[in-house]
Nanobody, 126 residues
Framework: QVQLVESGGGLAQAGGSLRLSCAASGRTFSAYAMGWFRQAPGKEREIVAAISKIGGNTYYADSVKGRFTISRDNAKNTLYLQMNSLKPEDAAVYYC???????????????????WGKGTLVTVSS
């Protein structure tokens, strides 16, 4: 069983930064692509970013391109999301996810999540 535990959420001012972390249990972290999703109140959960198993390829939603950076440290079984230039519309619960595939490609199905974390809340004040 894989457990994903997010941390790093909190309150930031618009224009500020936060860094989210996701600690993964188990020995299979480096074998799968990972991702970050978010869900704002009254909205559907959406993909924010994804990264291949060794970090070579990444995907970003248009709304966060140029502001957010996804990365991973396979030696530490940890996934990161650096969020800069935060906007009020970035406020949401952010979820860490492990995919059922290894590589991020233009045809990746970002809904193919095997495991979810419980989420960490990000609040952005204007």
């Amino acid at each position: 069983q894989v457990q994903l535990v997010e941390s790093g959420g909190g309150l930031a001012q618009a224009g500020g930064s936060l860094r989210l972390s996701c600690a993964a249990s188990g020995r299979t972290f480096s074998a799968y692509a990972m991702g970050w999703f978010r869900q704002a109140p009254g909205k559907e959960r959406e993909i924010v970013a994804a990264i291949s198993k060794i970090g070579g390829n990444t995907y970003y939603a248009d709304s966060v391109k140029g502001r957010f950076t996804i990365s991973r440290d396979n030696a530490k079984n940890t996934l990161y999301l650096q969020m800069n230039s935060l906007k009020p519309e970035d406020a949401a619960v952010y979820y860490c996810a492990r995919y059922s595939f290894a590589y991020v490609t233009p045809s990746s199905d970002y809904a193919r999540v095997d495991y979810w974390g419980k989420g960490t809340l990000v609040t952005v004040s204007s």
